[in-house]
């Protein structure tokens, strides 16, 4: 993405259909402003995964590795904004979640997906909440006065799971590590 005042980037139909998805969702913030330092957060990355913890989550195990697409929307016209929108893809399915700035190049954020849970014969497709957090450190950016991510380290942790449903179950939590680029961007950047 182009991150120059008065030069919009090039818009795919993913990032713009995330940007509808945000929006429908909520999870773009009211007021997003541009603060001082730091690279831009904004584009498609492609993330690879490995699986860190992973207690009776089925299907999954330790050292497990995935490809995820996350696409970051920056709420703000220009520069470095204090949030971005993440909307990442999953096994089985999506979420959208705002992240805060809490340093240069240093986001937080959580939020809460379903997943299927038996009781019974039945399965609930919402049958459990799964709560997470995801925080992430810009890695690599652009060169120059508009520096853009290029690279990114970040985690995803899930430490527990509610039953809603009337059968009782012993649920999970699970965690995994990230690293990823900005897809169309080289493999080059200054550290973030």
């Known amino acids: 993405m182009n991150a120059r005042p008065g030069r ?5 139909a993913a990032i713009v259909g995330a940007l509808a998805a945000a929006a429908t969702l909520g999870a773009v913030p009211a007021i997003a402003v541009p603060v001082p330092s730091g690279p831009r ?4 990355f492609l993330m690879a995964g490995r699986v860190s913890a992973a207690t009776r989550i089925p299907g999954e195990r330790v050292g ?5 697409t996350w696409t970051f929307i920056a709420p703000c016209p220009v520069g470095t ?3 971005a929108v993440l909307v990442r893809t ?8 705002t992240l805060r700035r809490r340093s240069p190049g240093s986001y937080t954020g959580s939020g809460h997906f379903y997943a299927p849970l038996r009781c019974g014969t039945k399965t609930y497709p919402r049958g459990e909440l799964v709560p997470f957090t995801i925080t992430l450190r810009i ?4 060169p120059g006065s508009h520096p853009t991510a290029t690279r990114l380290g970040a985690s995803y942790t899930n430490r527990s ?3 809603l449903t009337r059968c009782f179950s012993v649920l999970g939590h699970d965690a995994a590590d990230y690293h990823g680029h900005l ?4 493999s080059g950047g200054v550290p973030g």
């Open 8 to 12: 919009p980037g090039p818009a795919s």
């Open 41 to 44: 957060l904004e584009g498609m």
């Open 64 to 68: 497990r590795t995935v490809l995820r």
């Open 81 to 83: 904004c204090s949030s």
């Open 90 to 97: 999953r096994g089985s399915g999506r979420d959208t979640l």
């Open 139 to 142: 890695t690599a950016a652009t």
């Open 161 to 163: 799971r509610t039953n």
């Open 183 to 186: 897809l169309g961007a080289g």
